[in-house]
């Protein structure tokens, strides 16, 4: 009669237990949880990623990453063939500022590969959004203009690899942010691409 006592008496332990545990867990879990940052948090300071697989030739498309739009440009031979011709009008051809891009884009390009350029899209004057203006020399832009961003707040202009023209009020280039391929055609924003 003791071993069926002394039997029950250990189920009934083992029982209390498991129930005691699982209670304490789901008591818990709210708490542990409240830790872990909200889904809004995580879409502010996350890593966005952006197929660009779709994306035509002369094309850009925005996304948002840390509460600011980016830009992406998937450009044309024909759009990069006018970034040379532009040096003598701007400010900072040579992306001399070393806060306005990371080092792998400080190159006449401002990209990894110079068929895609990422860019903050905040004119660096007054953080006002620039506009696309892909068009050669409309009226309003003059028969120079070979395309690129005006910004019609005080009239800041960029050129196609977001490079600041010279007498603007913008005194910088547009913000290359940290950005890597984790393949041909996904680029993920938010993450540097590892120097070589």
Not at 93 to 119: C, F, G, K, W
């Amino acid at each position: 009669m003791s071993s069926l006592i002394d039997s029950r008496r250990r189920f009934l332990t083992a029982s209390t237990t498991v129930v005691g545990a699982a209670g304490a867990a789901a008591a818990g879990w709210p708490f542990i949880a409240s830790w872990r940052p909200s889904e809004r948090a995580l879409a502010r300071g996350a890593p966005v990623v952006v197929d660009v697989t779709k994306l035509e030739a002369g094309r850009q498309v925005t996304v948002e990453w840390r509460g600011k739009p980016v830009w992406v440009l998937r450009r044309t031979a024909e759009m990069l063939e006018t970034l040379p011709k532009l040096k003598d009008k701007l400010r900072d051809p040579d992306s001399r500022v070393t806060s306005q891009q990371p080092t792998y884009a400080r190159n006449e390009h401002r990209s990894i590969q110079p068929e895609y350029l990422v860019v903050v899209a905040l004119c660096t004057h007054l953080g006002c959004s620039p506009t696309f203006r892909p068009q050669l020399a409309p009226a309003n832009l003059g028969p120079e203009w070979l395309g690129g961003y005006f910004c019609p707040c005080h009239g800041s202009r960029f050129d196609l690899a977001g490079r600041v023209y010279q007498g603007v009020p913008a005194p910088t280039n547009l913000v290359v942010p940290p950005h890597q391929y984790l393949h041909n055609t996904l680029i993920q924003i938010g993450e540097a691409q590892e120097e070589a």
